[in-house]
Every structure is written in structure tokens, then in C-alpha cells.
T-cell receptor, first 111, second 112 residues
Framework: AQSVSQHNHHVILSEAASLELGCNYS??????LFWYVQYPGQHLQLLLKYFSGDPLVKGIKGFEAEFIKSKFSFNLRKPSVQWSDTAEYFC?????????FGAGTRLTVKP | KAGVTQTPRYLIKTRGQQVTLSCSPISGHRSVSWYQQTPGQGLQFLFE???????NKGNFPGRFSGRQFSNSRSEMNVSTLELGDSALYLC???????????FGSGTQLSVL
């Protein structure tokens, strides 16, 4: 079965700092890739997704992610974080009716 | 359009008991998947149902089971509860399973 690894358990940044959250997956075939976000007290919701085409995908709230097939990676980035970005971020990989999530990265943005 | 509805919202059980959790997907969604969320472990996949058939199963013991009804509603059952089963159980629905998932609020299960 495929697996998803998120490198950072907890990231603490100051407002306006740049963000990059790592995500690597184990499956070598064709996959669909996702980042989900869970704001405090809210449901998990989709941030962005990659199915095919341009490997640099843009999501909501200024987030983007780059799919690098050779590295089996799908890292999440944002040039300048805001206090409201404080949340838990989950990378997910879908293949063959199987959706797997990483352990999550908790992001704390200090005002 | 109503979102994914999970009941009950909170549940407290004791070791050895069994529990049934319910999930009503968004209307028109045929895929329902279940996840266990615990601090530090993230979301661990339990199983996915599509049109009343289990399409995929995660690495959980047989005490965890589920089913899906003809109206796409799904139930998850955990028998012989253990302390380690305490977690937030999330249900997610989608039209086919491969695209955007819509999550419910979850059922917070505490096993004493």
C-alpha cells in the first residue's frame, strides 16, 4: 500500500515568513495529490489538488504546491503566511480507490 | 446542499463495549470513507465504500467493520473497544472517491 510522509510535525513561523511543508509518497504509479487543511474547530477542507498537467498548482488563500515526480514529492508553499493560516495541514495521495493521508503538520503563525 | 453529517457527535464507552457510528453523505455522493484521527498519527484510513461495496480497507483489526446502505449512508462498528480506540472518527464523501473529499465534523469517541 502507498504511504505518505510529512516531514515536519510542528512548524512555528512569524507573520510574513515564507512557508514550505514537505510531503513525500511511496507509490510509483499515477497518483492524484492533495493538500487538506483543518483550521481550529473546523472541518477538514481541500486546499489544492493535482491530477495532471502543470506540476505547479495554485490553491486557495495564496497556497501553491509543486509536484516533482522524480522526487515523489508534493510540497506546499506560501510566500508570506498570515496569523489566520494557523491550522493543521494534511497531504494526501489517491491511487486505485485508495486515499491515504500523511500524519499532518501543525502550523502556528505568531502575530 | 446539506454537508456530511455524522452522529453522534460525542460518545463515551467503556472497554469491551461495542459502538456504531453513523455517516450521511452529501446527496448524490456514492463514495464514503472513514478515517481515524489521533494527535501525532494524523488521519489513518479505515475503509471506503462505494455503492454498498467495500472497495478498500486500511490496516485496522477485524474489530473495525463497516457497511453502506442503498441510500449511501454508512455505518462503522467497533467491537470489543480498547482504550487505544479513543479518537476522532471522520467520515468523508465524494461522488466517485477520487476527487475532492467532503468531511463531516466527526464523532469523538472516548473509551474509559
Amino acid at each position: 500500500a502507498q504511504s505518505v510522509s510529512q516531514h515536519n510535525h510542528h512548524v512555528i513561523l512569524s507573520e510574513a515568513a515564507s512557508l514550505e511543508l514537505g510531503c513525500n509518497y511511496s507509490y510509483g504509479g499515477t497518483v492524484n495529490l492533495f493538500w487538506y487543511v483543518q483550521y481550529p474547530g473546523q472541518h477538514l477542507q481541500l486546499l489544492l489538488k493535482y491530477f495532471s498537467g502543470d506540476p505547479l498548482v495554485k490553491g486557495i488563500k495564496g497556497f501553491e504546491a509543486e509536484f516533482i515526480k522524480s522526487k515523489f514529492s508534493f510540497n506546499l508553499r506560501k510566500p508570506s503566511v498570515q496569523w489566520s493560516d494557523t491550522a493543521e495541514y494534511f497531504c494526501a495521495v489517491y491511487n486505485n480507490n485508495d486515499m491515504r493521508f500523511g500524519a499532518g503538520t501543525r502550523l502556528t503563525v505568531k502575530p | 446542499k446539506a454537508g456530511v453529517t455524522q452522529t453522534p457527535r460525542y460518545l463515551i464507552k467503556t472497554r469491551g463495549q461495542q459502538v456504531t457510528l453513523s455517516c450521511s453523505p452529501i446527496s448524490g455522493h456514492r463514495s464514503v470513507s472513514w478515517y481515524q484521527q489521533t494527535p501525532g498519527q494524523g488521519l489513518q484510513f479505515l475503509f471506503e465504500y462505494f455503492s454498498e461495496t467495500q472497495r478498500n480497507k486500511g490496516n485496522f483489526p477485524g474489530r473495525f467493520s463497516g457497511r453502506q446502505f442503498s441510500n449511501s449512508r454508512s455505518e462503522m462498528n467497533v467491537s470489543t473497544l480498547e482504550l487505544g480506540d479513543s479518537a476522532l472518527y471522520l467520515c468523508a464523501s465524494s461522488q466517485q472517491g477520487s476527487e475532492k473529499l467532503f468531511f463531516g465534523s466527526g464523532t469523538q469517541l472516548s473509551v474509559l
